[in-house]
């Protein structure tokens, strides 16, 4: 047996080696470069009475003899050194009674099953650029199906996937909606597109349990999720915008101020709000300089401003979402699209489709012209000199005409146009905002009447201030003529 002095520094073996065992692993504890030489001797004897070869630990060159006492660390052979870890308590183990060591206990309360969560997808696409998938019917649920995702397409790059059942579009519930206004809404938002889906299993499990999948979308925003506001600001000559920026916080984090009862607080704005962008141009991007002038810029009458308050925007921070027009709620815009649904007369719809060229930007559009006197094209509210969007709910501007031609004919005695006055697309054209996303309804019945839906008017109009949601969807007759159960390409 070890003598005491070594019991001091050498952690003991529990009981002598036997030959051919794996030697018990070793700790010095050396105070100083004196113990460090005599503990080394004893290792010696110790090996030669156990008979068990240990590796011998050369002395180390070049480090100063004091600092050996203190730390272990620098010695250039680490490798020779190995840490002596106590051996675990004996227990033993009786399956009558089950595991006796505590650590190893499993609680008789297990965590319950995560639900499902929902997974948001923001689609991204380019002018004229499809967001890459079908949409159907699931015939079994009526759930609305994802189909067929094409490959390196906005939605792929989403993270959609094929069979993904879409809770929302936009921030607005959508299960089970008529599949038709639901296309509607997604051919109408413009470049950007936001849904909130689950996937195949996570819905069938859904489904069988009961959950509310309205309140698991909303509790996917978080308790204050709010919806920006697109507010469009008429300048006052004494009041001006009625409004001020300030910045505060990070850099390009501007915070509003408005005037009681001016024309900001008309629009929607509200003392607090956090102005997100003006004008089509994004506000953290400008300096507190350049915002001021862009606010007070002469021979404007008035200024388009994107805003929400503060728990909104922490809640879209959570998300790592942006704050986008596409999700906003809109008041007072000057310029509307509206949707006409015509019934062919005797002599058809009585208006001409023209392709021309615009002198400023040189930019092709399909302007409606000639609209007969008394002619369906009339009473429908067709006006000179618009522009044609959207044919059966198809965007159509960057079609060739005779295309557009072609689906106005093969719709039969009724189709449904989309239009907007020449100033209007110029106006959401400078925003980077579809015209479709906010939009008046305006149908014939057959009797010849005409209904207009509740939606903002421009300074010309009666009504100012009405409030407006994200793509404006009506229940039209003639639109889409594709069937309810079939694909939609999107």
Known sequence: MASPDLMQDVTRFPRKCKKGEEQEKLLLTDDSQKNFVKNLKKLEKLEKSSRVPIRKIEEPETRDPQDLGANLEPFPHSEDFVTIRSSPPNFTFNPKEGID???LVISDDPEPEPGPVPRLCHLKCLEGQNFGFYLQVDQSSSALEVRVVEPWSPAELSGLREA????EVNEEFVDKMDIRRVVRKIRSCGLNLFMLVLNREDYQQAEETGVDLQALARSSKGEYWSRPRLC????HPDLGLGMTVSMQGPKGRYVVTTVVDGPAEEAGVKTGDRLIWVNGVTASTLTHAALSRTMKKKGEDSVTVLVIDGDGEAAFARRRTAVLPVLAECRGLPYVAKTMALEKGDDGYGFLLREEKLASSRRTVHVLREVDVGSP???????????????NGELVESMEHEDIVKRIRQSGDRVSLSSISMAGRHFYR???????????RLIVRTDGQTDVSDVSKNRRGARVGGLMYPTVCVEEDGLDQQSGAGDFFL
């Open 101 to 103: 060591n505590p650590a």
């Open 164 to 167: 993904d059942r879409v809770l």
């Open 232 to 235: 469009h600001v008429i300048r």
């Open 377 to 391: 094209a009339e009473a429908a509210g067709m006006e000179d000199g618009d522009l044609v969007l959207a044919v």
């Open 430 to 440: 400078e925003l980077g905002i579809s015209p479709l996303l906010f939009r008046e």
